[in-house]
């Protein structure tokens, strides 16, 4: 602060130069420092003051130089007064400066035009003090100290003209008061060398005034062209700093931020100070980043909204997020990088969070129980869920479109146009009226061919189609079963055949779709072999060739199963050893796959199989196990139940102890076997037997060895019967047989066979006593159409009755009594045939049995053809004499052979002789029937003793 003293002085640095400006009618005063108006006239101003103080020293020096050259040709005190008067001069134009360039921050018009006025009063009168030096210091007659005065102010005017080609009139004024006088002087000399010297200045002068206003307007030009480009910055500027957008210039040179507007420093949190001069990588939250794009710019490219992360520069660190923009431009003549920043933080929170909530929306939809697809108008998929994919395999990639859907879902052509197509258009139809869609419960093929049954829901969402897709395969599966379930119920519960039960349970099985072919096999009766039971999707030539499938380890996935009695899965029919000797029927078949599972009663016993096929190699999941037990045991509920109705109906037609048919069973078939008969005019024959004795037995040993004597007989019946005939015992120790397309003569070998076989065998009590059987048998025949089964019984319970009454053990035709009245014969002609197994190898021996045989049947002829006693008698006595003659020549065998019973033997041939002796005298006295003695010949000549007590003797032949 300047201060004024008690004389009203000013005292400080600028005091006098502030009392002489207010001397002199300046009338400025010192202010605070403002911004200047940049016009023309200020700019003239500033660059003629600005070179001033050069200008000064330089008229200084020349002043100096010229004195002293001109002091011995010039008078000293001309020299002098002249120095004072332009040192003078001089000190005024540089007290003119010092008091410029204190107030010069001026911004006023008037002073500017002041300052200017005052530079060109001083400019002229020192060009007029120079013009005194042309000719007061220029000596007469001495050329070449004139010439150099000349030369001194031509120099002088050429640097004035540069310096004061900013003014005009400042130019002119200074140029012409300095050298139009010494012009004057050198042509008043007069001599040739002024004069020229006068004209060479003359056309210099000219030169200098015309450069100086060339100058000058170059000058106004450039003025102008610089006054536009800082019209240009300060647009530039204020356009920036009102810009909402961030903006910054760094310096290519060292890197730093040289421009900032109020919207970049309030992104990155800072202040004016702060930021003008930081380099910005220091507040990139990755350099490197920043480091890419000067390179890139570098390399002459652009870069535009590049996501940056901007850390703030406070203490805390935090971060911004901008879309940022890089071009290379020049600042202040320099160059420089422009950088746009577009703060996105707010967005790109919002996006964050966005994100957080479509991920937790994602989350929510991807742990969705139900599968979920999005798609445009357009039929354009936009979104999956995992579940979705979880549910059929499919990708989004796999279903780019609702068409690609439908094509992949619903593969048969005809379901997808008439039944998916037509519930698309109902759901079209419910969007345009504002109704709710209607769902669609479908099967869906999977990605890996499976099938899934669906509950599809439809909503709109704006423009968009929601669908839900509800898994109920699970519920359709146990719907499907039930339903399979109930219907094999009611199927045994209505009395269906097995077959059928188990031909249903495939079907059902197989109805579960994913390419399945099923079959169960059932275990024989022998236990040993499987028979099919049901394969109706299996070729003919595959089923056959598998029914009887023996069973054993590694024999195929069936015959495995029911040895192992667990499941087998073979997962490649033609590369798994289970099937090496059937892989070529399997391949004929198509079959590449075999799971079997075991059917088991409840009670854990073996019942037989079930096998589930493919045409393709494949391992079972979890739902498949799940499946191929579930169809085992409902096929064990189907087969247990067949063989409990099958055993409670065996039950009430067997007889418990023996097994045979019981009395009413029997009289059943029969009844069918006798109506079957008579409808095809076939042959029938019928048994009545009873066990010889058994009351004793039972008396004796107990009913325990009694039930095992029946036993035995009713085994040995089945071993020597045919199965096609009907045996059942009608209580006690009393049986019948039915025996189909049988005549008499065929019953009558069948019942002594049955005879003989029950006769030979060995039987024995639990404490080890043998016990000897024999069978009673009445045979009759049907030969009558009108006949009925009761006729028939009683005819051959009669029969029975008489060979009980005729000694036992011994097989009695029925009589009957022809239509025509007559005599009782026997029903059909019956005789004795002889068979190999007889033989005993000895040519004699068995000539004589044959020939026995034969005299037998003649006996039998002789009573049937009606012949008289005298002449049956004859035959009988032939008979006799060929049995003893017989048995002489066994007993002399015997003799030869040495066969160590032959005593005993011989004693059997004695009483058979006896027997037959008296058995004659009885018929000759009439005290014996025909039918005692056809006992005798046919029972105990020929099936005990020939047939049986002759047999000891063979080994020995």
Request: net charge negative; hydrophobic share 45%; with cysteine.
């Amino acid at each position: 602060m300047n201060e004024q003293n008690g004389n009203g002085q000013m005292n400080g640095p600028g005091g006098w130069l502030d009392f002489l400006m207010v001397r002199f009618g300046l009338g400025l005063q010192p202010r605070p420092v403002i911004q200047q108006i940049d016009t023309l006239l200020s700019e003239q101003v500033r660059l003629l003051y600005a070179n001033l103080p050069v200008s000064l020293v330089i008229s200084a020096l020349l002043a100096v130089i010229l004195v002293c050259v001109q002091y011995s040709v010039i008078a000293p005190d001309r020299l002098f007064a002249w120095s004072a008067v332009f040192a003078a001069f001089l000190l005024g134009r540089a007290i003119l400066y010092a008091a410029w360039n204190r107030y010069a921050c001026s911004a006023n018009q008037a002073d500017t035009h002041r300052w200017l006025r005052w530079f060109r009063i001083g400019a002229i009168a020192t060009g007029i003090v120079w013009g005194i030096a042309g000719v007061l210091l220029a000596p007469s007659g001495d050329p070449g100290h004139k010439v150099y005065v000349s030369f001194v102010l031509a120099g002088l005017c050429a640097g004035a003209a540069t310096t004061l080609a900013t003014d005009s009139i400042s130019a002119v004024g200074f140029l012409l008061s300095v050298l139009l006088p010494n012009v004057v002087f050198l042509v008043t000399e007069a001599d040739t060398v002024s004069l020229g010297m006068s004209a060479m200045i003359m056309l210099f002068l000219f030169f200098l005034l015309a450069s100086a206003r060339q100058m000058g307007i170059q000058l106004q030009e450039n003025f102008h062209l610089r006054l536009k480009a800082k019209e240009n910055e300060s647009w530039l500027r204020q356009m920036l700093e009102s810009s909402p957008i961030a903006t910054r210039i760094v310096d290519v040179a060292d890197n730093q931020v040289v421009f900032a507007n109020n919207s970049y420093i309030a992104l990155i949190d800072s202040s004016p100070e702060e930021i003008i001069g930081i380099v910005p990588s220091q507040y990139y939250a990755h350099p490197e980043a920043y480091a890419d794009v000067m390179e890139q710019l570098r390399q002459g490219g652009q870069v535009i909204n590049k996501l940056i992360e901007l850390h703030l520069l406070g203490e805390e660190v935090r971060s911004k997020w901008a879309l940022a923009s890089y071009f290379p431009v020049e600042f202040r003549d320099k160059p420089a990088t422009l950088g746009w920043f577009y703060d996105i933080t707010d967005r790109k929170v919002m996006e964050e969070a966005l994100r957080d909530n479509q991920a937790q929306l994602q989350a929510i939809l991807d742990s969705s129980p139900v599968g979920i697809g999005w798609s445009d108008l357009d039929g354009k998929v936009e979104y999956i869920n995992e579940k979705f994919t979880e549910l059929f395999g499919y990708t989004l990639e796999d279903i780019p479109t609702i068409q690609d859907w439908y094509r992949l879902a619903y593969p048969n052509e005809t379901f997808r146009n008439e039944v998916v197509g037509e519930w698309a258009r109902k759901v079209a139809i419910a969007r345009d009226v504002g109704a709710k869609p209607p769902a669609l419960e479908v099967p869906v093929v999977c990605k890996n061919g499976s099938v899934r049954h669906i509950i599809i829901s439809v909503s709109w969402v704006g423009s968009h189609r929601l669908v839900n897709f509800s898994d109920i395969s699970d519920r359709w599966l146990a719907d499907q079963r039930d339903r399979a379930r109930n219907a094999t119920l009611e199927m045994i519960a209505t009395g269906s055949t097995l077959q059928q039960i188990l031909n249903a349970i495939v079907r059902s099985v197989e109805a579960e779709g994913d390419g399945m072919i099923c079959s169960i096999l059932l275990l024989d009766r022998d236990g040993r072999h499987l028979r099919v039971g049901a394969a109706p999707s299996l070729p003919a030539f595959y089923n056959q060739a598998v029914d009887g499938l023996e069973i054993g380890g590694g024999i195929g996935s069936c015959g495995t199963a029911a040895f192992t009695m667990r499941r087998v899965v073979v997962a490649d029919i033609q590369s798994h050893p289970y099937w090496a000797n059937f892989k070529a029927i399997a391949a004929r078949a198509e079959l590449a796959s075999c799971w079997s599972e075991p059917i088991l009663s409840s009670k854990g016993r073996l019942l037989g199989t079930f096998a589930i096929y493919h045409r393709q190699p494949r391992l079972p999941d979890d739902a498949a196990l799940e499946l191929i037990g579930y169809a085992a045991n409902l096929a064990s509920i189907a087969i247990e139940h067949y063989q409990a109705s099958e055993e409670l109906e065996r039950q009430a037609h067997t007889d418990f102890l023996t097994e045979l048919n019981n009395r009413r069973y029997f009289m059943e078939l029969a009844e069918t076997e006798l109506a079957r008969a008579l409808r095809y005019r076939k042959a029938l024959s019928l048994f009545m037997f009873d066990i010889d004795h058994f009351k004793a037995v039972n008396d004796t040993h107990g009913h325990k060895s009694g039930d095992m004597v029946l036993q035995k007989l009713a085994e040995t019946m089945r071993q020597t019967l045919r199965d096609v005939d009907i045996v059942g015992r009608l209580g006690g120790e009393e049986f019948a047989a039915i025996l189909p397309e049988t005549n008499a003569d065929e019953a009558w070998e069948a019942a002594e066979r049955l005879r003989l076989a029950v006769a030979g065998t060995e039987m024995q009590t639990e404490a080890g006593v043998p016990l000897h059987i024999t069978l009673s048998i009445g045979v009759a025949t049907l030969l009558d159409e009108s006949i009925n089964l009761e006729t028939l019984l009683k005819q051959a319970d009669e029969a029975l009755y008489v060979a009980k009454n005729s000694g036992r053990n011994q097989v009695r035709m029925a009589a009957v009594t022809p239509r025509g009245g007559g005599e009782n014969v026997l029903a059909d002609f019956v005789k004795l045939s002889w068979h190999t197994v007889y033989e005993c190898g000895h040519p004699l021996i068995d000539d004589q049995h044959r020939a026995l045989f034969r005299q037998v049947n003649d006996f039998l002829a002789s009573i049937l053809a009606g012949c008289p006693s005298d002449q049956v008698l004859k035959v009988i006595e032939s008979v006799i004499d060929d049995i003893v003659q017989h048995f002489q020549c066994e007993e002399a065998i015997f003799a030869e052979i040495g066969f160590p019973g032959a005593l005993e033997h011989s004693v059997i041939h004695r009483k058979l002789v006896e027997r037959a002796i008296e058995l004659t005298n009885g018929f000759r006295t009439d005290s014996i029937t025909v039918g005692e003695l056809f006992q005798y010949l046919a029972h105990d000549l020929i099936a005990k003793h020939m047939l049986k007590e002759d047999r000891e003797f063979f080994p020995y032949l």
